[in-house]
């Protein structure tokens, strides 16, 4: 009876290490195939979209604060800025934007259009893998100018879900 409860644990534990690659694959798999629907189950798209906003809205505060000496329009510019930065989030964290970022490549005006071509790498290529936390999980991407996209899947139950994406936002 002892044998087959230390069975269950080390199984359980296994499951509980190995799940975020799990994930992972599915979501490359459905990335590879321009399946949006399997790639959207992976994907908590308030969770994403809330961290980016956050992350957007900060660097152009950065910035702006940096342009702002002697400027007057620059805080005004900071400002309009912010208000656009919602709906342009909201166009880019879709499965087709995030299939990009997978492929390594940096967003541009075009993001929320759908792309005639067919990226030269395949999703979350060359990617590196590391537990944040017991309940975070990162894959890490390079991206085409050598900087870093993370994707940081959070545990949902016994599952993963993208949870965040961090941005080489770099001033």
Same mark, same amino acid.
């Given at each position: 009876?002892?044998?087959?409860?230390? $069975? /269950?644990?080390?199984?359980?534990?296994?499951?509980? /290490? $190995?799940?975020?690659?799990?994930?992972?694959?599915?979501?490359?798999?459905?990335?590879?195939?321009?399946?949006? %629907?399997?790639?959207? *189950?992976?994907? %908590?798209?308030? $969770?994403?979209?809330? %961290?980016?906003?956050?992350?957007?809205?900060?660097?152009?505060?950065? *910035?702006?604060?940096?342009? *702002? +000496?002697?400027?007057?329009?620059?805080?005004?510019?900071?400002?309009?800025? *912010?208000?656009?930065?919602?709906?342009?989030?909201?166009?880019?964290?879709?499965?087709?934007? @995030?299939?990009? #970022?997978?492929?390594?490549?940096?967003?541009? #005006? +075009?993001?929320?259009?759908?792309?005639? !071509?067919?990226?030269?790498?395949?999703?979350?290529?060359?990617?590196?893998?590391?537990? #944040?936390?017991? %309940?975070?999980?990162?894959?890490?991407?390079?991206? &085409?100018?050598? $900087?870093?996209?993370?994707?940081?899947?959070? !545990?949902?139950?016994?599952?993963?879900? @993208?949870?965040? /994406?961090? #941005?080489?936002? &770099?001033?």
């Amino acid at each position: 009876m002892k044998k087959a409860s230390w $069975a /269950i644990v080390v199984l359980g534990l296994a499951w509980l /290490i $190995a799940s975020p690659w799990f994930t992972v694959v599915r979501m490359q798999s459905a990335a590879a195939e321009r399946d949006a %629907d399997a790639l959207s *189950t992976h994907i %908590d798209f308030p $969770a994403v979209r809330e %961290d980016l906003k956050g992350q957007v809205n900060a660097y152009v505060m950065q *910035t702006v604060a940096a342009e *702002t +000496d002697g400027n007057p329009f620059a805080a005004l510019g900071g400002l309009l800025a *912010t208000v656009l930065i919602d709906k342009l989030v909201d166009a880019f964290v879709t499965p087709s934007g @995030l299939i990009m #970022l997978m492929e390594g490549e940096a967003p541009g #005006l +075009d993001f929320g259009r759908p792309r005639d !071509r067919a990226s030269s790498r395949r999703p979350l290529d060359g990617a590196q893998y590391r537990y #944040l936390a017991w %309940d975070r999980f990162a894959v890490i991407i390079p991206t &085409e100018n050598g $900087a870093e996209t993370r994707f940081v899947l959070g !545990r949902q139950g016994v599952g993963w879900r @993208l949870v965040a /994406i961090r #941005l080489p936002l &770099e001033g």
